[in-house]
């Protein structure tokens, strides 16, 4: 492991000053990846700028919605009475994602900073563009069941592997951002990007700006609600396919939708085509199949994975029966 210098900050003007002004440093929270990534030699940076004491731990209504500081514990958020009063959808996917132990250790902005979890990205043998530019992607022809089947690149066809993610793309949610230049807000649609050219940039933050709060306004969607996810093991595995979903139903008729995926591209995949489709419409398992035929059709395998052409649709449907079904929740 490469030798690194360590220091600990307790206010975010300090930590964007330490990252900012030094290109090898970077910000420690949780370290639930970023240790794993360090031992591994697949990420070295020389500074650790540790953030765990910064006052950005709370959750707290506020008049639109609920704002989720940015080092609330994965299991903090999943437990709290407003988050599964107002947003179950987030409470399920938090709980469907790693093992309790690293859910007591990880952080809503670590959450979001998490890497890929392709192999070729940890085998650092292998060619790998995100990790080393410009060496190439051993997935591509190579192992890649796990991998992308929307929004890949011929660079990089790596998924994003975040449940959390998933939901807060589905819910709207806001990311504040602090950084040399001030506060700014990212739609969180907008916070992970495709992978493009330049797949060794996960996301759109600028140098040295530190992620300080997620605000998800209030909808109409709260109880009928469901992540589905599909997975290799029952617990502690990254998702083949995963699906969050959240419905408002007036007589069984759809009056508001959300929906997005994980498992399926280099950021969480939201589903608006479907969401416009299935508004007015009736609950019905029709309605469902219809919605997924229509997510689809841009849909492209990468060898191994075109088992995913199938289950991508039938887990959106089945997620949707099941969010229809949990009115009670
Ligand atoms: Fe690297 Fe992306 Fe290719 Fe995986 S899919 S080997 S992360 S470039």
Sequence with gaps: MKQFSYIRVTSSDAAIAAVSKDKSATFLAGGTNLVDLMKSGVTGPERLVDINRLPLTKIEE???????GALAKNTMVAEHPLVVKHFPLLSLALKAGASPQLRNMATVGGNMMQRTRCHYFYDTAMPCNKRNPGSGCGAIGGVNRMHAIFGASDKCIAVHPSDM????TALDAVVTVKGPKG????P???FHRLPGDTPEVDNTLQRGELIIAVDIPFNEVGGYAHYLKVRDRASYAFALVSVGAALS?????IADVRLAMGGVAHKPWRLR???AFLKGKKAT???FQEAARMVMAPAKSQ?????KLTLAPNTIVEALKLAAANGNI
């Design 249 to 253: 139903l007036k007589d069984n008729n």
């Design 62 to 68: 506020t008049k639109t919605g609920l704002r989720i």
């Design 183 to 186: 506060e700014r807000k990212i």
């Design 165 to 168: 993610c998933v939901a807060l």
């Design 285 to 287: 398992v029709e309605n």
């Design 273 to 275: 085509e479907a969401e």
């Design 188 to 190: 969180f649609g907008d």
């Design 303 to 307: 060898g191994s994975n075109e088992f």
